[in-house]
Nanobody, 114 residues
Framework: QVQLVESGGGLVQPGGSLRLSCAAVGSILSINAMGWYRQAPGKQRELVATITRGGNTKYADSVKGRFTVSRGNAKNTVYLQMNSVKPEDTAVYYC????????WGKGTLVTVSS
């Protein structure tokens, strides 16, 4: 099975920027859309951004205009550029297909705090 490894999280101040990376060990070319999900403490996991094999992107209203999802040239890496972050962006961030069909990785924790 494909393994997903998220990285790039950390502590960032409100208004700051952070770039998350999702490395897929194994091919994900058969998955039409890859997405970034996040889960805050005590809340459900939510889909925040997706990108298709053709490069089409979609965003949740809560992050539109602030986050940008992209793929690496090799198509086995997905990025999430987070700009103008807010405390409510604090969560563990995961990547997976949309709809999710792969095993969940450990995620990467993003903490937005001053």
């Amino acid at each position: 099975q494909v393994q997903l490894v998220e990285s790039g999280g950390g502590l960032v101040q409100p208004g700051g920027s952070l770039r998350l990376s999702c490395a897929a060990v194994g091919s994900i070319l058969s998955i039409n859309a890859m997405g970034w999900y996040r889960q805050a403490p005590g809340k459900q996991r939510e889909l925040v951004a997706t990108i298709t094999r053709g490069g089409n992107t979609k965003y949740a209203d809560s992050v539109k205009g602030r986050f940008t999802v992209s793929r690496g040239n090799a198509k086995n890496t997905v990025y999430l550029q987070m700009n103008s972050v807010k405390p409510e962006d604090t969560a563990v961030y995961y990547c997976n297909g949309d709809p999710p069909r792969l095993g969940w990785g450990k995620g990467t924790l993003v903490t937005v705090s001053s």
